[in-house]
């Protein structure tokens, strides 16, 4: 079992609409959760991170974390073109500043 | 105008050639990591360093190798004990410690071929 598993999609979603990525992840012990948007071709950027269960906002971004289910969720609400890119999952690794990353979800905002 | 720099861009190598990708900071980060990209995949932990002078392997540390002499600047060196070196490099780095110690900053990244 991979210990941070993602779909790898493609996901397409419409323009204006909520795009839902969902990630979850072996280790208990982890404490900080993270999602990165990675456009093709550049390096990656962290958008949001997520330390204790419930949501964050920021913007148009919700981090959603359940450690009980150990599941950790990205929402996009009123999607642009923009958005379109991988997003990465990441997951900090046992009690060390290590992270560990998803394969990431291809994401599609179609005008 | 703080960052993460890595040069060169793209790199082109012929097999059974050392290479040295440079990754400098000036965001007074403790900790620095180097990572591997291959096409469609996600990130792999090649070697990681909390505090100048030391470092740790990570998943892929074999055919590769680094120094930490200064806290800015955290230099990979591609071996040619390296069985597969063509791929995207990314260096990132984060204050290190706590929960928000986690938070990885990433530079552009060097692109490497090796035929």
């Known amino acids: 079992q991979k210990e941070v598993e993602q779909n790898s999609g493609p996901l397409s979603v419409p323009e204006g609409a909520i795009a839902s990525l969902n990630c979850t992840y072996s280790?208990?012990?982890?404490?900080?959760f993270f999602w990165y948007r990675q456009y093709s071709g550049k390096s990656p950027e962290l958008i949001m991170s997520?330390?204790?269960?419930g949501d964050k906002e920021d913007g148009r971004f919700t981090a959603q974390l359940n450690k009980a289910s150990q599941y950790v969720s990205l929402l996009i609400r009123d999607s642009q073109p923009s958005d379109s890119a991988t997003y990465l999952c990441?997951?900090?690794?046992?009690?060390?500043?290590?992270?560990?990353f998803g394969q990431g979800t291809r994401l599609t905002i179609n005008p | 105008d703080g960052g993460i720099t890595q040069s060169p861009k793209y790199l082109f190598r012929k097999e059974g050639q050392n290479v040295t990708l440079s990754c400098e900071q000036n965001l007074n980060h403790d900790a620095m990591y180097w990572y591997r990209q291959d096409p469609g995949q996600g990130l792999r932990l090649i070697y990681y360093?909390?505090?100048?002078?030391?470092?740790q392997k990570g998943d892929i540390a074999e055919g590769y190798s680094v120094s930490r002499e200064k806290k800015e600047s955290f230099p990979l060196t591609v071996t040619s004990a390296q069985k597969n070196p063509t791929a995207f490099y990314l260096c990132?780095?984060?204050?290190?410690?706590?929960?928000?110690?986690?938070?990885?900053?990433f530079g552009p990244g060097t692109r490497l071929t090796v035929t």
């Open positions: 360093s909390q505090i100048v002078n030391d470092f």
């Open positions: 997520i330390y204790s269960n």
């Open positions: 280790d208990r012990g982890s404490q900080s």
């Open positions: 990441a997951v900090t690794a046992g009690g060390a500043q290590k992270l560990v």
């Open positions: 990132a780095s984060s204050i290190g410690g706590g929960l928000a110690g986690g938070e990885q900053y």
